[in-house]
């Protein structure tokens, strides 16, 4: 799963003062105009390179962290169904976290640089992760709405120029549609049972449709910024267009099972345009400085995973091991 | 820690704000992974993944690469070990026409034929 | 047939309560491959008790798979204590699956030549699983033994000191066990206990480490006529939290 891509403000301004070998770039340029793929060890312009390590990280931790709020119910997943689905969901999404570390390794920074930066709080991870799953009905929400939203994301990104990041997503992407189907299985198995399996199913569509609203950032569609990653294939869609497209197809199956959304504005206008109340953009902000409801825990489990391991790592070390970029 | 997750509130030493530092080789070397699906097919790369050693690179690959698909066989070797060409230098695999000896369309012989017989049959 | 219902039950339930105490590590393993790798092997645990529940529910009317791995009383689990004891120390995990793998390798590859046809059956697909189980398991014995380091070698070393005595029990016989061998069932748990002990001696010597005299331990007892660990029970409630939140749903 995935969302975002979110830039600093003050990341944004440093890039505009990059200058790029015109030659070079222009070469580049039309090899991307031509629906050629960039491969690792290509030229590139150093703008690039750094957003799509900054895209590709973000995108690896959200998987990794991602996996935390769904595992909060392995243990208690109420059928053998469910719980192999749910085991083989949350295996996949470290699946998708290790073919995306390689995937942004190929660009020069190591697995290991990107998880002690996501440790220390450097990098990012989507928000949406940074919410508590509190009942069973979470999970549903999660494997239906949060994969679909990130399936919006990941569909469009497979298509953008970088090759390493094209082919993990084609992966990860097939991968993703048995999580919806998981998910909406769950999600219309509490839909059309019993009354208190219905309120739990609403509480939880009520407590995550903030943070499904914020998944795809704030409005980006002016940014200059946008308009050259887009024009470099980086981002593939903005986030306002994800937006609506995930709203068109979501919202109308979440109607169709008499289940509703906290926001009496929510609508389709004739032109296919999606409108929703103001959805505290002050709140998207706190909760990736760091403030949001479980952000503490969910670092603290990664930093326990790195050092109740440590003892593993230094019993296989290799003083002779050789630090090579991953070939594509 | 006081979690929601069973699992991690059973965690001992799990503290928060106290961060790790992550050593250089911690995850170890990149191993490239070959897949063969089938007897008869080539393996083919399909991705890497991180191991202390070949052997546990092996263990790794079966699972990441090979959970959802046919497999018959793998390959790893260290990333290390592999040569390649520069991209810089794909211009010199494209192909001029004056290659077309290597092509079984260069090659048209029944017109010579059609032509032998019709001389023998005079 | 009841000797036969008592096998599998005790298959099914080793499996399933291995497989959910291995998935709490599932997202917080020590490397993601590891992770991915560890659980892949819970989920074919889990697989095989659905499996086996499946069968009791075929072949002799029981209840359906559902209701007999999560809807009875903890008595009347026949899991050994071995599944049962939480693991935090990834020594302590890897030791538990490598004895629990051996194990289980060898008791279905026994069942291939069951008397019983679609046990046979069966087991001939779970043992070509179970090998990659032990697989793993041996690897990463010689790593941290023979081949780790003298921390590692301390570490892995005491867990197979406290595991041994619950693996031991993983051999407990139940109250039929003279009818499944005569009527060629199954070979029965002494048999199984010695090939296996011999089995994992040589392993874990190969390994540079070793295991503690037979004589000076004393089997944890108890799983297999339904005496459990302190941690059976709370392991139980938690699995069943949700479906007893509202008992006439399903899920
Ligand atoms: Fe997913
Ligand atoms: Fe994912």
Redesign the interface.
């Given at each position: 799963m995935y969302g975002g891509g979110y830039i600093p403000e003050e990341e944004k301004r440093k890039q505009q003062h990059m200058e790029e070998d015109p030659a070079k770039l222009a070469e580049f340029e039309a090899r991307i105009d031509n629906g050629e793929k960039i491969?690792p060890?290509?030229?590139m312009p150093a703008e690039y390179r750094k957003q799509l390590i900054r895209m590709i990280e973000q995108h690896a931790h959200s998987e990794?962290i991602g996996?935390?709020p769904e595992?909060?119910?392995?243990?208690?997943?109420?059928?053998?169904k469910?719980?192999?689905a749910l085991?083989?969901k949350?295996?996949d999404?470290?699946?998708h976290?290790?073919?995306l570390?390689?995937a942004a390794?190929t660009l020069g920074k190591?697995?290991?640089?990107m998880?002690?930066d996501l440790?220390?709080g450097k990098s990012k991870y989507s928000n949406v992760f940074n919410y508590?799953?509190?009942t069973?009905a979470d999970v549903a929400v999660i494997g239906f709405l949060i994969d679909a939203a990130a399936i919006v994301n990941q569909v469009a990104n497979s298509k953008g120029s970088y090759g390493p990041y094209s082919r993990a997503l084609e992966r990860i992407c097939y991968?993703e549609s048995f999580h919806l189907k998981q998910g909406h299985d769950?999600f219309v198995?509490?839909a059309t049972?019993?009354e208190?399996?219905r309120a739990m199913l609403q509480d939880a569509v009520n407590r995550w449709y903030r943070p499904i609203i914020h998944f795809f950032g704030p409005s980006d569609k002016d940014s200059v910024h946008t308009g050259k990653l887009m024009r470099w294939k980086v981002k593939m869609m903005t986030n306002d267009a994800m937006r609506n497209q995930f709203l068109s197809s979501y919202v109308p199956k979440v109607w169709e099972l008499g289940l509703s959304f906290p926001d009496p504005k929510l609508h389709k206008d004739d032109n296919g345009e999606w409108h929703f109340s103001d959805p505290n953009w002050d709140e998207f902000y706190q909760v990736i400085k760091g403030n949001g409801p479980c952000n503490?825990?969910r670092?603290?489990?990664r930093?326990?995973?790195?050092?109740?391991?440590?003892?593993?790592?230094?019993?296989?070390?290799?003083p002779n091991?050789?630090?090579?970029?991953?070939?594509? | 820690m006081d979690s929601l997750d069973p699992r991690i509130a059973r965690l001992h030493d799990i503290r928060a704000g106290e961060v790790p530092t992550v050593g250089a080789h911690d995850y170890g070397e990149t191993y490239e992974v070959f897949h063969q699906a089938k007897r008869g097919k080539h393996h083919a790369h399909v991705g890497t993944v991180h191991a202390p050693d070949p052997e546990l690179a092996l263990v790794y690959a079966k699972e990441q690469y090979g959970r959802r698909q046919q497999t018959v066989n793998m390959w790893v070797v260290r990333t290390a070990d592999i040569f390649a060409f520069p991209y810089d230098d794909s211009d010199m695999f494209d192909s001029t026409p004056q290659k077309i000896h290597r092509e079984a369309a260069g090659y048209k012989t029944r017109d010579k034929i059609e032509a032998y017989k019709k001389k023998q049959a005079q | 047939m009841e000797a036969t219902q008592e096998l599998l039950f005790k298959i099914a339930d080793d499996a399933l309560i291995m497989g959910h105490t291995d998935s709490t590590w599932t997202g917080l393993g020590p490397t993601l491959e590891e992770d991915i790798a560890f659980s892949s092997m819970s989920q074919d645990k889990i697989g095989h008790a659905w499996n086996l529940y499946q069968m009791l529910h075929d072949k002799f009317g029981l209840a359906d798979a559902d209701t007999l791995g999560f809807k009875r009383e903890e008595k009347e689990y026949k899991c050994s204590h071995l599944t049962e004891v939480p693991t935090q120390d990834y020594a302590y995990a890897l030791v538990r699956q490598f004895f629990f793998d051996h194990g289980q390798f060898m008791r279905f590859s026994a069942l291939k030549n069951s008397s019983i046809e679609w046990l046979a059956d069966f087991s001939r697909k779970v043992t070509s699983e179970i090998k990659y189980h032990t697989l793993h398991g041996d690897t990463w014995l010689k790593k941290l033994g023979a081949q780790g380091n003298e921390e590692s070698k301390a570490r892995m070393q005491s867990a197979i000191n406290e595991v041994f005595p619950l693996a031991l029990g993983y051999f407990e016989e139940g109250p039929r066990e003279a009818e499944l061998i005569e009527k060629n069932i199954f070979i029965g748990e002494k048999a199984l206990q010695e090939a296996w002990l011999e089995k994992v001696g040589d392993l874990v010597a190969q390994y540079g480490l070793t295991l503690p005299e037979g004589n000076t331990v004393d089997p944890s007892l108890g799983g297999r006529n339904g005496y459990h660990t302190e941690h059976l029970q709370p392991l139980l409630a938690e699995m069943t939290e949700v479906t007893a939140s509202d008992p006439e749903a399903t899920w």
């Open positions: 491969e060890h290509d030229w990794i996996s935390l595992g909060t119910w392995i243990t208690r997943a109420p059928s053998f469910r719980k192999m085991i083989a949350v295996q999404e470290i699946g976290g290790q073919l570390y390689n390794e190591s697995r290991e640089q998880m002690q440790l220390t508590p799953a509190k069973w991968e769950a198995a509490l049972g019993t208190s399996q503490a825990e670092l603290a489990v930093s326990w995973v790195e050092t109740q391991h440590k003892w593993i790592r230094e019993a296989l070390f290799n091991a050789k630090y090579t970029l991953p070939l594509s | - | -």
